[in-house]
């Protein structure tokens, strides 16, 4: 069974930092690509960041500069370091597994709230 398990979502003050998780597991391992998008109510679901298997990263210009994708390669993980969080940055965060560019797997969603 494939499951992708996000952690580290929450309340913060506009300037703070948040730091969310993803645990992978079942058919998915480091040959899968790996990323976060988030989705705000009323909107649609944009990508934050994506990291390639051999560790290329690529952002949203929204982001760059304040939000670090990484993954631990051994425990299966990806990892989104938010810093410098803006309340437009509030959203529902969600883990992907990718292939061949595509979006193959989802996790549920950890929601990211960010008072002014």
């Known amino acids: 069974q494939v499951q992708l398990v996000e952690s580290g979502g929450g309340l913060v003050q506009a300037g703070g930092s948040l730091r969310l998780s993803c645990a992978a597991s079942g058919s998915i391992s480091s040959g899968n690509g790996m990323g976060w998008y988030r989705q705000a109510p009323g909107k649609q679901r944009e990508l934050v960041a994506r990291?390639?298997?051999?560790?290329?990263?690529n952002y949203a210009d929204s982001v760059k500069g304040r939000f670090t994708i990484s993954r631990d390669y051994g425990k299966n993980m990806v990892f989104l370091q938010m810093t410098s969080l803006k309340p437009e940055d509030t959203s529902v965060y969600y883990c992907e597994a990718w292939d061949w560019g595509s979006s193959i797997y989802w996790g549920q969603g950890t929601q990211v709230t960010v008072s002014s």
């Open positions: 990291i390639t298997t051999g560790g290329n990263t």
